[in-house]
């Protein structure tokens, strides 16, 4: 099911019990997620980026969760692809471990990953999160 049309889950759930695979028949909302640090509830707000009901976020810029990529938790705000989107991470047993990732309509995109290193794709930013786990 397109991410667009997956119904939005606001059961509260816990670090824990956030699915290991990407979820093809919901949506899980930060605002859902019971251990949610303040930096991922304004994701979209802090790159000035995804607003409004067509923003492809759950609602406005709310993130909404992706998948485990070993001990990091992937969220984006904003769409997967044509408009800025940002993605947010942590560790699962370290909320406080956590980096960023803007991406642009181009297919570019800057943030830095747990190496130190500095990515402008965000392939090679998912590569560092699985390389340093």
């Known amino acids: 099911m397109p991410a667009g049309d997956r119904p939005v889950d606001h059961t509260p759930v816990h670090t824990a ?27 979209g707000e802090q790159f000035g980026g995804p607003a409004g009901p067509n ?20 969220w984006r705000a904003g769409p997967a692809r044509g408009a800025d989107a940002s993605y947010w991470t942590a560790q699962a047993t370290d909320l406080s471990d956590q980096y960023t990732f803007a991406l642009f309509p181009d297919g570019t995109g ?24």
């Open 55 to 74: 923003s492809g976020s759950v609602a406005g810029d709310t993130a909404s969760f992706l998948r485990r990529i070993g001990p990091w938790l992937l």
């Open 110 to 133: 800057d943030g830095a990953g747990p190496s130190g290193q500095r990515h402008t794709r965000f392939r090679a930013w998912k590569e560092d999160l699985r390389d340093h786990g």
């Open 17 to 43: 019990d956030l699915p290991d695979t990407p979820q093809r028949e919901r949506t899980i909302p930060a605002t859902a997620w019971v251990e949610a640090p303040p930096a991922l509830l304004t994701l």
